[in-house]
């Protein structure tokens, strides 16, 4: 396996459309990331994804209205039935949530590749769906998902000191369905959990700079490596996102901030008593 240069690949009027997708999934998905890690259900922006995801290929699967729309709304019912069922187990079966959660997430993934078993360019619709084709969407096609997306994020803030329950489920479904098109089922789960994780502990204002930071650095990096490598663009924003994730806690604001509260403000040790 070998590498090669490919700087023919830095075209603005592909990286231009794709870094503002990324934008656009970061908008909603880092305050909706800190929720998840508050509420401790990590896996659910995958489980919502992969539900939304089987929504798409069951909407092709049955050749529901037009590509586009009838596609967008058959992904949109089926994220809202599992943030709805979730929201339901969620009160009546809290302590067992998060494997609820990883239940309905591999049935949705099994789920799609029954449905595209007998489908020849089964394989291909699959990938799609789990790395996204961030490199191919344009300008308009983003327009719908940022007007969507303003939406969700005003929803969110207005929200957010309360955004639990079925506010969180049906705002999260939402979110995940208009995302997962964009840049796949991985990118979404990197997306909410990475920037999110690497700075858990700070608060306020400076954790969203870093955390915005973190996801926008991790993007334009991944794009950039991707087109000048001629690698899998989805692929390499995860592993870009992870490693800015990780330089970051090398900054001193973040490493002390993500320290126990009990190790922050250590008081001095007192002198040593005179024998």
Sequence with gaps: MSFSLNLDGLDASILGPACAAGLIVLSTHVLLGRRVLARNIIFIDLAIAQIAALGVILGQFLNVGEQGVGVQISAAAAALAGAMLLSFTDKRWPRIQEPIIGVLFVMAA????????????????????????????????????LLLSIVLLAA?????????????????????????????????????????????????????????????????IGLVLSAVFDLPSGPMIVWSLVTCGLLAKLHPDVRRNNMPPDRRRRPPEPPPQAG
């Design 156 to 220: 969110i803030i207005w929200r957010l000191d309360n955004l639990t329950g079925i506010w969180f489920y049906a705002l999260f479904a939402v979110a995940i369905t208009a995302s997962v098109q964009l840049v796949g089922v991985y990118l979404v789960f990197a997306s909410l959990i990475v920037p999110a994780l690497a700075t858990i502990g700070m608060e306020g204002r400076a954790q969203l700079i870093w955390a915005y930071g973190i996801g926008i650095a991790g993007y334009v």
């Design 110 to 145: 099994t789920g799609g590749m029954m449905l595209l078993a007998n489908n020849p360019e089964g394989s291909e619709h699959l990938k799609e769906l789990l790395v996204g084709q961030i490199l191919w969407v344009s300008y308009g096609q983003l327009l719908p998902t």
